[in-house]
């Protein structure tokens, strides 16, 4: 498939580079971008026998025609959970630019950690050794900054404590840069104005390892016409364009038949999240620091770490490729079921895993030592492009299938400072809070209670995704020790969500709505969830009502749900020939609770068919836009008829669509599969964690 925008260095909110495929781009015609689209510079260059070749970025077109300075040709992109490989022809080579950015889910320590590595390599196509030498540069735009004069900036070496190996093998050589002024848990453009960017290499094999800093024109020039640098890491440099800073390394491997250099690159946030909590407002540090140290030593480690992540990553990969193996049937033209919903899920896992950071909890020291250490980590969730929110439920709802299918652990870790919020009386509502706050990294949640007004929404996200956790895990002792808070948020439920008023659901973009038939279903299955949970607290009284309440919600429901046609159930009570997609039945079958009727599934199974157009099933009959994370939850109930018809839909979207940002899962059905209008773009949201939805069955 053809994504519109390729991963790159995808590992945090903040280090986040993106190849977009758009209007034909690729790696060596355009600079990468950010996220929200603005680009980035990371320049790369190989020189064969004295002829340099550009594999990354665009700055050929700045320079006068070099007979001795050419472009690449594209041969060939492929990507997986881990890796995008992009591979070009270059005179008698071929160049693969490869780009890890690790999926680990189970290893929390290395999940923690805000750095991707690259890996050129360069092999002879002819059989005949060359001489061939590497240049690669980056900008301070990494960090939204312009000049020198905005900047301080290390040119790092060694000697570094920490590895991967128990051995030093390698010693880092990083280019840091931060800002002059930096402002702490300020953002500007969605890049971060307090912390660290590095850039890092080593000198690996090279006959000869050369650095420079300076105006971009002046170092890249300098290396394309002498074939090193100036190793003058002192030059300040002011302007923009081509006269900005840019901070490079070149490695000249002598004569090869084949070679490699690596990098790694990354913006590193120390402190990471501002939290209110018990004790008052803590700066809370990032756990990579209690697992390797200070800045450095966490470079380091990274750096010699390779090849062990590299196992761990292919461990991921390998159970993701083979567990969409069961799959059958045909969606894109010559292309399988399963191959379909692989790539899918390959393209979504590091998007989940980048949109979230990993910190030590107020209580707990910084130490490295973590020998007997019963301290776990909180995890945050940035709510990317769409509002900024810090850990908001109705989006970790959408995502939460990739957490119960790659470590259940991650979705306690993500809830449990929503626990602490709410159980330490700083949220007055009854019913659950929307998110911890207003603005990511700032989790000083809403103590006068007027976040986003989703009060069935979450209450029933909440105590759904609290009993997935203990379904994956058998965790009763944590289930057990929020049973108040869930029960709590259980009697609003009871109280209103079988007819609820007017109000947001997760799809707050669509606007407000009475007698929601998805939402009331969502609250109905979580009393049922929460009958559940009360049997395992040993609270049978409780058990009994909320299982009762349940039961004859469900009846009413399905009488105020279904259109009189019988062929589909309604987006709102009482609106006739209103339809949407039913998602919300979900988690019943998730979590096998039998509440909903095997032939409301067979019902609505049926009907998608009908209505389904060129990209998809719309998300309700008000607009022709579409939910990725909800087509594949509504997949998963469906049967392997329909089933098949959402995974091509999203599949043929992906290959065809006009975006141009990373996976947005929120996109039109019909024409090109542009963004829906008057609606803010989204893209690289955690909420593509929903696309495992089959996998987490």
Not at 70 to 86: G, H, M
Not at 259 to 271: A, E, F, L, N, W
């Amino acid at each position: 498939l053809r994504p519109p925008a390729i991963p790159l260095a995808v590992r945090s909110p903040y280090t986040s580079a993106w190849s977009s495929t758009s209007q034909g781009g690729t790696l060596n015609s355009q600079i990468p971008i950010f996220w929200p689209g603005q680009g980035l510079v990371w320049e790369g260059i190989v020189v064969v026998d004295g002829n340099s070749f550009e594999y990354m970025g665009n700055v050929i077109n700045d320079f006068p025609e070099l007979p001795y300075f050419n472009t690449t040709t594209p041969l060939e992109v492929r990507y997986d959970s881990q890796y995008s490989n992009f591979t070009f022809l270059a005179g008698p080579v071929i160049i693969t630019a490869s780009f890890f950015s690790p999926v680990t889910p189970k290893d929390v320590c290395r999940s923690s950690i805000p750095l991707s590595y690259l890996t050129t390599t360069v092999q002879s196509k002819d059989g005949k050794p060359h001489h061939v030498q590497f240049y690669s540069d980056v900008n301070a735009g990494w960090i939204g900054l312009g000049n020198d004069l905005d900047i301080v900036k290390e040119f790092h070496t060694g000697p570094m404590n920490g590895n991967g190996t128990g051995n030093v093998t390698e010693v880092p050589i990083s280019w840091i840069l931060r800002p002059r002024r930096p402002t702490l848990f300020e953002e500007a453009q969605q890049t971060p104005r307090w912390g660290n960017f590095s850039f890092t290499t080593s000198s690996l094999r090279a006959e000869n390892f050369t650095f420079q800093s300076g105006s971009a024109t002046s170092v890249r020039f300098g290396f394309v016409n002498n074939r090193h640098l100036n190793n003058d890491a002192g030059s300040v440099t002011r302007g923009f364009g081509n006269q900005e800073p840019v901070y490079a390394f070149a490695h000249d491997m002598g004569t090869v038949v084949e070679t490699s250099v690596r990098y790694t690159i990354g913006s590193i946030q120390s402190p990471v999240v501002r939290y209110l909590h018990k004790g008052g407002l803590a700066n809370l540090s990032p756990w990579w620091q209690k697992c390797y140290g200070e800045m450095h030593d966490m470079i380091s480690f990274h750096w010699n770490d390779f090849h062990n992540v590299a196992a761990l990553g292919n461990e991921f990969e390998t159970k993701l490729r083979a567990d969409p193996g069961s799959a059958t049937g045909i969606a894109v033209p010559f292309v399988s079921e399963a191959e379909s919903y692989y790539a899918i899920v390959a393209l979504s896992a590091r998007q989940v895993m980048a949109a979230y950071v990993f910190a030590v909890p107020p209580s707990a020291t910084d130490s490295s030592d973590k020998s007997d250490d019963p301290v776990e980590p909180l995890m945050f969730q940035k709510e990317i492009s769409s509002n900024g929110n810090i850990n908001t439920v109705d989006v970790l709802y959408p995502a939460s299938p990739f957490f119960l299918y790659a470590n259940p652990a991650l979705l306690k870790y993500v809830m449990q400072p929503l626990l602490e919020l709410q159980e330490g009386d700083f949220y007055p509502n009854t019913y659950s809070t929307h998110d911890i706050g207003a603005r990511f990294p700032l989790a000083t949640g809403h103590v006068e209670g007027t976040d986003e007004y989703m009060p069935v929404e979450n209450s029933g996200n909440f105590i759904l995704m609290a009993y997935a956790y203990y379904k994956f895990t058998g965790d009763s002792t944590w289930l057990k020790s929020h049973y108040d808070l869930l029960a709590q948020f259980a009697q609003y439920l009871i109280d209103f969500s079988l007819v609820p008023a007017a109000q947001l659901s997760t799809d707050d973009f669509a606007g407000e709505l009475a007698n929601q038939t998805n939402l009331a279903i969502k609250g109905i299955v979580g009393l049922q969830a929460m009958s559940a949970i009360a049997r395992i607290a040993g609270k049978e009284d409780d058990a009994s009502n909320f299982t009762s309440k349940a039961t004859s919600y469900y009846d009413q429901w399905e009488d105020l749900a279904i259109d009189p046609s019988g062929k589909h159930t309604l987006l709102a009570y009482q609106w006739r020939s209103s339809w949407g997609l039913l998602y919300n039945i979900f988690f019943d079958k998730l979590l096998n609770m039998g509440l909903v009727n095997p032939k409301v599934y067979d019902m609505q199974s049926a009907w998608y068919a009908q209505v389904s157009q060129t990209f998809g099933v719309p998300l309700d009959n008000r607009h022709h836009y579409t939910k990725s994370d909800w087509e594949i939850w509504t997949a998963a109930t469906c049967s392997s008829t329909t089933r098949r018809l959402f995974i091509n839909a999203v599949a043929y979207w992906l290959n065809e669509t006009a975006t141009n940002l990373p996976f947005t899962d929120l996109y039109e059905v019909v024409g090109v599969g542009d963004y829906p209008l008057q609606i803010d773009h989204f893209s690289a949201r955690p909420v593509v964690g929903g696309h495992f939805a089959l996998l987490a069955l």
